[in-house]
């Protein structure tokens, strides 16, 4: 009787003999898991955090860029008196452009279309400057 319980081979518990051990044969794979399943919920959450201040930067950019579009055109427009009817029609394609812009989910290609109509209306006003060359001393 003695030794059929150290080896776990007791006919009324229904183990075999190595069911015993089983349970420490496996604690590797059970702490592999255990450490993915910990890693992965962590690395989800750094990733979260990460995003959100990249997103939070790079939202802040593009406001700025936009916020400067939106200011020199307001300027053009109210300046634009004796332009031709072309760059009339261009100034108010950029100015509805700009505000039809979602700031959800900003599109890349919407984005630089403004750029490049911008850059067309800078150089029939003369703006030499682009937004990333004026000085940010205020």
């Known amino acids: 009787t003695y030794q059929r319980r150290v080896r776990g081979t007791d006919p009324s518990s229904g183990m075999e003999e190595g069911d015993l051990f089983d349970g420490l044969?496996?604690?590797?794979?059970?702490?592999?898991?255990h450490g993915y399943t910990?890693?992965?919920?962590?690395?989800?959450d750094e990733g979260?955090?990460?995003g959100t201040r990249s997103g939070e930067e790079y939202g802040f950019e593009v406001?700025?860029?936009?916020?400067?579009?939106s200011g020199t055109v307001a300027a053009w427009l109210r300046v634009a008196h004796g332009v031709t009817e072309k760059t009339r029609k261009r100034l108010d394609?950029?100015?509805?452009?700009?505000g039809e812009i979602?700031?959800?989910n900003i599109d890349e290609d919407v984005l630089e279309g403004v750029r490049a109509r911008y850059r067309q209306l800078a150089s029939v006003f003369r703006q030499g400057?682009?937004?990333?060359q004026l000085s940010t001393d205020w």
């Open 25 to 33: 044969l496996h604690i590797e794979d059970g702490a592999v898991q």
């Open 38 to 44: 910990q890693g992965f919920a962590e690395g989800h």
């Open 48 to 50: 979260v955090i990460e």
């Open 63 to 69: 406001a700025g860029e936009l916020a400067f579009y």
């Open 93 to 98: 394609g950029l100015w509805a452009q700009i």
């Open 102 to 104: 979602s700031f959800e």
């Open 129 to 132: 400057k682009r937004l990333n």
